[in-house]
Structures are given as structure tokens and as C-alpha cells.
């Protein structure tokens, strides 16, 4: 039997706990339900003793930066302040772990210190929504994006929370089947499983709603016009605006088009419906502004890379 893989959790002061246990548990369930050692874990933390997360609960670690432990995967976890903590010891750590060739990720605000360390230059990212126009500002070279989490690029971010339990059971299915991560997420009684595709939609339409009102306004318009879709022109004169400003403002705010947003809100509807409704893909369709099938298995596809059909096979 294989040796399990070793996952190194760098532990940054102010960590979130949530993001923490998300983490942790879908390892520990994967032992369980296996009934093998698939994976083992270790943290550590910067003085070696100890980890305080951003709820005042502490957390022992095994060990400091200058024991760090053989590791087939690292994941840096942090949480507010995470600016603060972005110490010469710990970028000096990751970089040697690095020029060793070990993978290096990152969790909730971990992708700042990444990026901090000049490893998400050209590459697609994740971080909790409540960071984006500050990484956008500080890092224009990273390509950020509103994913839940990216596990196809050299490093792996997730944007924290239960985005973090997404990014496990993915990696779960990665390494074991998607029969295991199945049985790993029933044993957590979580049946909302995202996949990368996934926005953090809800975080950033509160953020940007207090921000500017014509954005959520817009976004609210689009809402309530799901089943039949409006055009930007339409929303515009909605709002008592131009179009023109329609799209500076999403494209300021949001990093795309009035037209796209949309379309990705229609299709985020329609893959909650196939996951969780009984309805058929074509009345899927028409519930999500689709008049014609094909053209809505088309754009699916290109969207989560299954069709429709396949998206509801998966659950099966």
C-alpha cells in the first residue's frame, strides 16, 4: 500500500477557523470511509507552538518553519490582517519550498501572501471576496478570478469557507474517484457541492450593493428577469442611465460585461435546478431564459464543461 500524501497546513496568524476545519475534516473522512491512510497532515506556524485563528481559538502545531515536515502538498491558511503577517521568514519558507519543487496553494486570504512571494504572476487566483479590489490594486499581474477556487494552475487557491471543502472533495475525486468524494461529502452532509466554475456570487453582490446602487440595482433587474431576459440597453434605461455607463460600471466593479454577468447568473440558475429539482433539462432551459435547448446545452457546456444531461448524471 502506497505511503498517504502529506499535507503541510501553514498556519498565519489570525487564521479562519471555518476555512481551517473545511480543510482538515474532508482528509480525516476520506481516512474514515476508505478505511485506509490516504492522507496525513501536520501544521505549523511560525514560532512552532501554537496558532491563534481569528476567533480567539488556539491550535497546537507540530512545528515551526524550520521544521517543516516532508510534504507532497503545502497550503498557506490565513485570515484577516493577513497583510500583517506576510513575515521574511515565511516568504523565505516558501520559497525554498518552492525551489524544492513541492506544491504550494493557498486558502482564503492565503493567495495575498502567494502572491506577496511573487508566485501567482500570469496565473488565475482565488481569495475571499472581501479582498479583491485590494489584490486587484496590489498585484495586477495576477490574474484574479471569481471562481470559488482554481486547481488547475501551478499553485491551488480557494477562496475560503466552505469553498475550501469544495477544493478538498475536488482533490478527493482527483486522487481517488469521484465515488469517494461522493461518500466523504454525504458523510458531511453537504450536498451543495461546487466545482471551480462556481462565483462567489452572493459575497460580491453585497459588497458592490453598498457601493455603488446602480450596480445592485442592475443586478436586481437581472434577478428578477431570469426566466426572461432583458437586454443591458433595457436595464440602462431602467436605471436612467446609458448603456455606456452600464458597462463601465461592471466592468469597474465586477471585471466583465452587463451581457456576460448575466448569462452567468441564468446558467448558475439553471445548474442549482439540474442539481437540485426534478425538472427536465428543457424545462430547465425555459426556466432560465433558454428558449432553445441546444442553444442552452451549448452555452452550459462551454460554461461547467458537461452538458446539462451529464451535470444531472453526476448526482445519479
Known amino acids: ?28 473522512i476520506a481516512n474514515l470511509v476508505s478505511g485506509q491512510d490516504l492522507y496525513s497532515w501536520s501544521f505549523v506556524s511560525e514560532h512552532g507552538e501554537h496558532a491563534v485563528c481569528s476567533n480567539g481559538s488556539v491550535t497546537l502545531v507540530h512545528g515551526g518553519f524550520d521544521s517543516l515536515p516532508k510534504s507532497d502538498q503545502i497550503f498557506v491558511l490565513s485570515g484577516i490582517h493577513m497583510r500583517n503577517h506576510a513575515s521574511k521568514p515565511l516568504l523565505a519558507l516558501l520559497r525554498r519550498e518552492r525551489a524544492r519543487g513541492t506544491a504550494i496553494g493557498a486558502l482564503c486570504s492565503g493567495a495575498w501572501l502567494l502572491a506577496e512571494a511573487g ?8 481569495i475571499h471576496w472581501e479582498y479583491h479590489d485590494a489584490f486587484t490594486e496590489a498585484f495586477p499581474d495576477v490574474n484574479l478570478v471569481r471562481s470559488v477556487f482554481v486547481a488547475d494552475e501551478k499553485h491551488i487557491t480557494a477562496s475560503g469557507g ?11 475525486e482527483r486522487d481517488h474517484g469521484v465515488a469517494l468524494a461522493m461518500d466523504v461529502a454525504d458523510q458531511m452532509v ?9 462565483k462567489q456570487r452572493v459575497s460580491l453582490q453585497s459588497r458592490n450593493g453598498m457601493r455603488n446602487i446602480h450596480l445592485a440595482k442592475a443586478i436586481e433587474v437581472m434577478r428578477n428577469n431570469i ?3 432583458v437586454s443591458p440597453s433595457a436595464i440602462a434605461d431602467e436605471l436612467g442611465i446609458s448603456t455606456r455607463q452600464l458597462e463601465r460600471l461592471f466592468g469597474k466593479y465586477l471585471n466583465t460585461s452587463p451581457k456576460k454577468y448575466f448569462m452567468e447568473m441564468r ?3 439553471a445548474q442549482k435546478l439540474l442539481l437540485q429539482t426534478e425538472a427536465s433539462v ?35
Request: charged fraction near 20%; proline fraction near 6%; charge should be negative.
Open 227 to 229: 426566466e426572461t431576459p
Open 267 to 269: 446558467l448558475e440558475r
Open 162 to 172: 466552505t469553498a475550501t471543502a469544495d477544493l478538498m472533495l475536488h482533490l478527493i
Open 282 to 316: 428543457t424545462e430547465v432551459a425555459m426556466a432560465c431564459g433558454f428558449e432553445n435547448p441546444g442553444h442552452f446545452s451549448r452555452v452550459f457546456r462551454l460554461s461547467f464543461g458537461v452538458t446539462p444531461h451529464a451535470q444531472r448524471n453526476k448526482i445519479d
Open 1 to 28: 500500500m502506497p505511503d498517504p500524501s502529506h499535507i503541510t497546513f501553514i498556519l498565519i496568524e489570525e487564521f479562519s477557523h471555518l476555512a481551517f476545519s473545511c480543510a482538515v475534516e474532508p482528509l480525516r
Open 119 to 126: 508566485f501567482l504572476n500570469e496565473m488565475q487566483a482565488a
Open 190 to 198: 453537504y450536498n451543495a457541492v461546487r466545482n471551480a466554475t462556481a
